[in-house]
T-cell receptor, first 113, second 111 residues
């Protein structure tokens, strides 16, 4: 079945460092891919998405490119801030399923001043 | 206005009790979901309703019963609560494949 694998966390960075959180997926067909962010004590918010190969999603300085050849959707940001500290979830919506999102295990990011 | 609202935000209850969590969305979405987030932050779908019709029922104990009185509401009733039910429960809604909108979660603690 469809699945998503994210890099293990926690990831600890200094402010203004470059961020990469790896995400790879397994799915039949052509899934849509998403990154969600969960700030402490809150629900999940959609950060960015891509619906077809080579699409780049971007929002708030974060970017991710849908790479079908490597089945990846890595999240990047050029310069992180303390306010980016959160849990980041990669997710897919498969073309064959009934609307459910399948999530990776989440990666905790801690940014220190 | 909150797009997807859940109540209560916190729920502490004793083993064996029955409790309900309510969810409402004002986005006009056709599909609503319940997800469970465990202590390691892993998210797993429990149920999905589309226009009041159950379309996803993952391997969830039958102590959990969703109810959708209309497409804007999806409530979750849990009978005979167990310690292992302690988690954060998230309601969400979606329209097509444009991504979900999540509620802020209900932290259930069974003691």
């Amino acid at each position: 079945g469809d699945s998503v694998t994210q890099m293990e966390g926690p990831v600890t960075l200094s402010e203004e460092a470059f961020l990469t959180i790896n995400c790879t997926y397994t799915a039949t067909g052509y899934p849509s891919l998403f990154w969600y962010v969960q700030y402490p004590g809150e629900g999940l918010q959609l950060l960015l998405k891509a619906t077809k190969a080579d699409d780049k999603g971007s929002n708030k300085g974060f970017e991710a490119t849908y790479r079908k050849e490597t089945t990846s959707f890595h999240l990047e940001k050029g310069s992180v801030q303390v306010s980016d500290s959160a849990v980041y979830f990669c997710a897919l919506h498969g073309s064959s399923n009934t609307g459910k999102l399948i999530f990776g295990q989440g990666t905790t990011l801690q940014v220190k001043p | 206005d909150t797009a997807v609202s859940q109540t209560p935000k916190y729920l502490v209850t004793q083993m064996g009790n029955d409790k309900s969590i309510k969810c409402e969305q004002n986005l006009g979405h056709d599909t609503m979901y319940w997800y469970k987030q465990d202590s390691k932050k892993f998210l797993k779908i429990m149920f999905s309703y589309n226009n009041k019709e159950l379309i996803i029922n993952e391997t969830v104990p039958n102590r959990f019963s969703p109810k959708s009185p209309d497409k804007a509401h999806l409530n979750l009733h849990i009978n005979s609560l167990e310690l292992g039910d302690s988690a954060v429960y998230f309601c969400a809604s979606s329209q097509d494949t444009h991504g979900y909108t999540f509620g802020s979660g209900t932290r259930l603690t069974v003691v």
